[in-house]
T-cell receptor
Framework: SAVISQKPSRDICQRGTSLTIQCQVD?????MFWYRQQPGQSLTLIAT?????????ESGFVIDKFPISRPNLTFSTLTVSNMSPEDSSIYLC??????????????FGPGTRLTVL | DQQVKQNSPSLSVQEGRISILNCDYT??????FLWYKKYPAEGPTFLIS?????DKNEDGRFTVFLNKSAKHLSLHIVPSQPGDSAVYFC????????????FGKGTHLIIQP
């Protein structure tokens, strides 16, 4: 499986500010995804980060609030803009790779725990 | 509307016994199903998956069963070990697994010595 790192691992931010979360993979991957897990809830897909084109957002998520970059096949960023306390969540990136194992599994990074005051 | 449901928030099993975690789904477009294990402060760890063309997949102590007509899948862990104590998430995808995942709310499995 791919080794995925995220920065920062956690942060405490003031409302109205923005935070950019980085996701780095140790190998080139075809697909990268961003999820969030709100307190006591399940993981929810925010968007698919496409290399070389704009991200594809799920219903309820918009680019102005969660802009995503995917400059190459090993790196992506998610920005949480104009934050409010409701944005307090764990944000996770995941990757889908091809290789010796099945093509369809997604592997997750360790997550970024965001608290908005 | 929750498309993937795990109706048991928690499950307690004795060490050495079988753990059975259940998951139901409503979206007929789902054709690939996965189980993840999650410890606090860590990202989910992939355990096992199954395509809709199969009804069973086995990997060591883990077996996933899929009943498409009932839109139900289950994860069996035999024998259960203390290190299995974690939150288990069921996830589903369409497009043969090419799309993002839809997760259930998770089941907290507690293995008692």
């Amino acid at each position: 499986s791919a080794v995925i790192s995220q920065k920062p691992s956690r942060d405490i931010c003031q409302r109205g500010t923005s935070l950019t979360i980085q996701c780095q993979v140790d190998s080139q991957v075809t697909m990268m995804f961003w999820y969030r897990q709100q307190p006591g809830q399940s993981l929810t897909l925010i968007a698919t980060a496409n290399q070389g084109s704009e991200a594809t957002y799920e219903s309820g998520f918009v680019i102005d609030k969660f802009p995503i970059s995917r400059p190459n096949l090993t790196f992506s960023t998610l920005t949480v803009s104009n934050m409010s306390p409701e944005d307090s969540s764990i944000y996770l990136c995941s990757v889908r790779t091809s290789g010796d194992y099945s093509y369809n599994e997604q592997f997750f990074g360790p997550g970024t725990r965001l608290t908005v005051l | 509307d929750q498309q993937v449901k795990q109706n048991s928030p928690s499950l307690s099993v004795q060490e050495g016994r079988i753990s059975i975690l259940n998951c139901d789904y409503t979206n007929s477009m789902f054709d690939y199903f996965l189980w993840y294990k999650k410890y606090p402060a860590e990202g989910p760890t992939f355990l096992i998956s199954i395509s809709s063309i199969k009804d069973k997949n086995e990997d060591g102590r883990f077996t996933v069963f899929l009943n498409k007509s009932a839109k139900h899948l289950s994860l069996h862990i035999v024998p259960s070990q203390p290190g299995d104590s974690a939150v288990y998430f069921c996830a589903a995808s369409s497009g043969g697994g090419a799309d993002g995942l839809t997760f259930g709310k998770g089941t907290h499995l507690i293995i008692q010595p």
